[in-house]
């Protein structure tokens, strides 16, 4: 089991990009809960039912734990068995009816389209890795693509004529979204320049995005390439895949989007979720109204 906690994290920070602290705790609560499953005699994480887990946040209650340490460790058990699921560890998922005491809206950092445009530019395009790395960074902007679904997007997936793109997202459902014609451009000088070089005469050719073996470029490489490159460009935000993901979404909320188009564009199956962005708009509003209203 502690080799799918390490494989949960390395999800947390490539898929999710929480700031340390909070990947930190999860692991904490779920170390916890391994500890509790090992007193049970539970040793297959599949055996894992909705009434173990309502013995277990019994057993946190009996201690006295504050209502936000409960509810942490409750969204860190429903994250994880989600992330079993979409990676098919389990069949079906415990923590499915779990209910996650509100405790405060969590808002995504995001970036401004000038700290956009400075991480895109910090590119050489004449070389190889350098320009894919610059399209990848493009087409997450443009399209607001999560980092896994960049790793898995295939090249019959992009169509370049109607600048579409189709992958699949979360839980293998096909999601078909607008390509921007600066990705589209780069993408196409890609596949043209660069692609057949590290595609080394390899038969893995189904993937667009190659690493210098020729083979499919994994998420924690996308991930540490991202992170590098928001490092020379002297961002000092915590950059992340996720990063460009909500920079994505705030501005499309930003110039004039309806929520139920965002939804569709970044694939959330429930409205509620996109909603959040909703919260960073009225953020943008009132620092608007206190810095131009006399009585703000």
């Known amino acids: 089991m502690e080799e799918l906690i390490n494989r949960f994290s390395n999800y947390l920070i490539v898929e999710k990009g929480l700031a340390r602290n909070s990947i930190y ?9 391994m500890t509790f499953l090992n007193e049970n005699q539970i040793q297959d994480i599949r055996r894992v039912v909705p009434e173990t887990l309502v013995l277990f946040i019994h057993s946190l209650k009996q201690r006295n734990i504050s209502a936000r340490s409960l509810a942490r460790k409750i969204t860190a058990l429903k994250n994880f068995f989600r992330y079993l699921l ?8 415990p923590a499915a009816s779990m209910e996650t005491p509100k405790t405060g809206v969590h808002l995504p950092e995001y970036m401004s389209l000038e700290e956009v445009e400075k991480l895109l530019g910090t590119f050489d ?16 902007y443009s399209s607001g693509l999560r980092v896994s679904e960049i790793s898995g997007l295939r090249t019959d997936g992009i ?9 699949k997202g979360k839980g293998d459902k096909e999601r078909i979204v607008p390509l921007g014609r600066k990705a589209a451009v780069m993408i196409e000088s890609y596949l043209r320049e660069i692609r057949p070089r590290l ?14 073996q020729g083979t499919r470029l994994s998420r924690i490489s996308i991930w540490k390439m991202i992170k590098r490159t928001a490092l020379l460009a002297g961002i000092r935000k915590n ?10 979404a705030t501005h499309l909320l930003n110039n004039g989007a309806d929520l139920r188009s965002i939804q569709e564009l970044l694939g959330h199956s429930n409205i509620t979720t996109t909603q959040i962005y909703t919260h960073l708009n009225y953020q943008r509003l009132k620092s608007f109204h206190s810095q131009y209203h006399p009585r703000g």
Do not use: W
């Open 125 to 140: 395009t004449e070389q190889g890795a350098e320009g894919r790395d610059q399209c990848i960074i493009e087409l997450m």
């Open 159 to 167: 169509n370049l004529k109607v600048r579409m793109v189709r992958m």
């Open 199 to 212: 595609l080394k005469n390899k038969l893995d050719g189904q993937y667009l995005f190659l690493n210098r």
């Open 86 to 93: 979409l990676d098919n560890l389990i069949d079906t998922n």
């Open 239 to 248: 950059v992340s895949p996720h990063t460009l993901r909500h920079s994505f």
């Open 25 to 33: 705790n999860y692991i904490l609560d779920l170390k916890q809960f």
